[in-house]
């Protein structure tokens, strides 16, 4: 069966040619994804290219981008805008940068349904709902400012997933939020995915939102995918020396535990997010 999402690309800028350098990666339908890597690796690079929206910030990929049977390097700029939004969804990290300050909810989000389709939309509180927000008639009437970032963070989900893409691209879409609302807007994901059998790349440098949610897991370092498989073998028996830090970093997870499968992985990431969530709530950091 041949993936959603194929690519092998090379990426630059001017004066920074080779930002990403012969990166190669599958996705299956439904599948999971997560691309782990520093700032400054390239993770946001390659989420441009692949929505062929890296010209805007004056970049040139090279390569193929095959997605549901058709190579995008090859699409002109109309089939692109007819594929952004209702096949492939995006969420970006920042609520506040994302959405339009100066129009209320509503707005935004019968605009995101009128770039897509003919009709009148007619159930925003179960869309809304959907991504855990109980929201009424005075919700759609605020703008964005006047909720939370937490809330703000659904909105743009909702937003993404309104026309039931097969492709979700989220690029770090739990950095800005505190430790409770990342583990919120995981679960949220993860059963976006399941429901809707949506294939999702997380791109993200938190390992433990990685573990947590993507089946498999790859490690972009200097612009090479270094390493690339399952998540619990890559936890468990990371094989590249960068890998290796990072794994190493994290809280309570011995390296050399060669047994450990992904399921006491997730348990113990869990419990340590939980843990991390409950000393926040105690001991808010400052704004």
Known sequence: MEPLLSLRISAGYPGRPAVLQDVALDLEAGGTLGLVGQSGSGKSTLALAILRLLHLKGGRTEGRIQFAGRDLTECGEREMRRLRGREIGLVLQSASSSLNPALRIGTQLREAWRAHADSAWEKPFELLQSVGLHADDAFLRRLPGEISVGQAQRVLIAMAVLHRPSLLIADEPTSALDL????EVLRLLAALN??????????????????????????????????????????????????????????????????????????????????????????????
């Open 180 to 183: 409770i609302t990342q583990a």
């Open 194 to 287: 399941r429901e809707r059998n949506m294939a999702t790349l997380f791109i993200s440098h938190d390992l433990l939102s990685i573990a947590s949610y993507c089946r498999r897991v790859a490690i972009l370092h200097e612009g090479r995918i270094v390493e690339c498989g399952e998540t619990g073998r890559i936890f468990s028996q990371p094989a590249h020396p960068y890998t290796r830090r990072l794994v190493e970093a994290l809280p309570r997870i011995p390296l050399a535990a060669s047994s450990l499968n992904l399921a006491t992985l997730a348990a113990r990431l869990e419990e340590d997010l939980a843990q991390r969530a409950a000393a926040d709530v105690v001991h808010p950091q400052a704004e």
